[in-house]
C-alpha cells in the first residue's frame, strides 16, 4: 500500500532521517516507535507531504509521491492527526468533524455563496456523516458543543472523527494517547482495533508501549532517524538493539513493557 526507499531529511546541517526503507501492507495496524528525537514525526511528516524528502521516494499504490502536497494526499486517501491537537476551538464539535467531509463534497463557490437547495442537501448528508463518526469514536454527546469548551481525552477523538470524515484509506495518528489517563488509554487501543475492522489501515506514532504492543501487527523502530529495527510487537519487545535503546546498554534480559 506505500513503500518508502532511502528516504533521507535534513534540515541544515542536521540528518534528521537517513536511508529509511518502509513498507505499510493493507488491513493491519503499523506502529512506528523509538526514544526522543528518534525520526518519527519526521517521518509522518515526509509520508503526509508536510515535508519533501531530501532523497529518496514514497509512493502510494505504486505512484510516486514524494513531495505532493497534504491536500493531494487527502484526495488520495491518506489522512492524518497531529501530535499538537489541531481543532478549530471556535467551531462546535459537529461543525469540527464536518471539516473533514467538505473536501470530499465537489461544489461550486457560487451555490455555496447563494445556500443553494444543493448545497444544503449535501450539507445535510454531511452532518449526518460526521455525526454517526461521532458516535463511533464515543463523543456523540458533545456534538453541540464548542471545541474550546470539551476535556482533552474528547478531542483527541474528536481530531480522529475529523480524520475519518475524509474515508481515508490509511490513517496516520501522531501520539493519540498522549496525555491520557489509563481509562482513556485503554478506550483510544480499542478505538484503534475498530478503525482497524473498519478497513482503514493504521500507523501510528506512540510512546505507550503498552497501547503499541497491544493493537500493532507490525512495529518499526527508529533511532537517530536510522532504522533500528522491524517485526512484530512480539519480536520488537524482545530485539536486544531496541531494548538498548530504551532502557540503556546494561539492561540485558529485559523486555519492553
Known amino acids: 500500500m506505500l513503500e518508502l526507499t532511502g528516504i533521507a531529511k535534513r534540515f541544515?546541517?542536521?540528518?534528521?532521517l537517513a536511508g529509511i526503507d518502509y513498507?505499510?501492507?493493507a488491513g493491519r495496524v503499523h506502529s512506528v516507535i523509538g526514544p526522543n528525537g528518534a525520526g518519527k514525526t519526521t517521518l509522518f511528516n515526509v509520508i503526509t507531504g508536510v515535508y519533501r524528502p531530501s532523497e529518496g521516494t514514497v509512493k502510494l499504490h505504486g505512484e510516486v509521491v514524494s513531495g505532493r502536497s497534504p491536500d493531494q494526499l487527502a484526495r488520495r486517501g491518506v489522512a492524518r492527526t497531529f501530535q499538537n491537537l489541531q481543532i478549530c476551538h471556535h467551531m462546535n464539535?459537529?461543525?469540527?468533524?464536518?471539516?473533514?467531509?467538505?473536501?470530499r463534497l465537489s461544489q461550486r463557490l457560487l451555490p455555496a455563496l447563494l445556500h443553494l437547495p444543493g448545497l444544503r442537501r449535501a450539507d445535510?448528508?454531511?452532518?449526518?456523516?460526521a455525526m454517526e463518526l461521532m458516535r463511533f469514536v464515543?463523543?456523540?454527546e458533545y456534538a453541540l458543543r464548542l471545541a474550546e469548551a470539551l476535556p482533552y481525552g474528547v478531542l483527541k477523538r474528536l481530531e480522529i472523527a475529523r480524520a475519518l470524515a475524509l474515508k481515508p484509506r490509511l490513517l496516520f495518528l501522531d501520539e493519540p494517547a498522549a496525555g491520557l489517563n489509563p481509562t482513556e488509554k485503554g478506550a483510544m487501543r480499542e478505538l484503534i482495533?475498530?478503525?482497524?475492522?473498519?478497513?482503514?489501515?493504521v500507523v501510528l506514532v506512540e510512546h505507550d508501549m503498552k497501547l503499541v504492543m497491544g493493537v500493532s501487527d507490525h512495529v518499526l523502530v527508529l533511532d537517530y532517524g536510522r532504522k533500528l529495527a522491524e517485526g512484530t510487537a512480539e519480536e520488537v519487545r524482545a530485539n536486544p538493539a531496541v531494548i538498548a535503546a530504551y532502557l540503556g546498554a546494561g539492561a540485558a534480559g529485559a523486555t519492553l513493557q
Open 12 to 16: 541544515g546541517g542536521v540528518q534528521a
Open 93 to 103: 464539535a459537529l461543525e469540527n468533524v464536518m471539516v473533514g467531509a467538505h473536501l
Open 193 to 201: 482495533r475498530s478503525i482497524a475492522q473498519s478497513g482503514v489501515t
Open 138 to 140: 464515543g463523543v456523540h
Open 124 to 129: 445535510g448528508g454531511c452532518r449526518e456523516e
Open 23 to 25: 513498507a505499510v501492507s
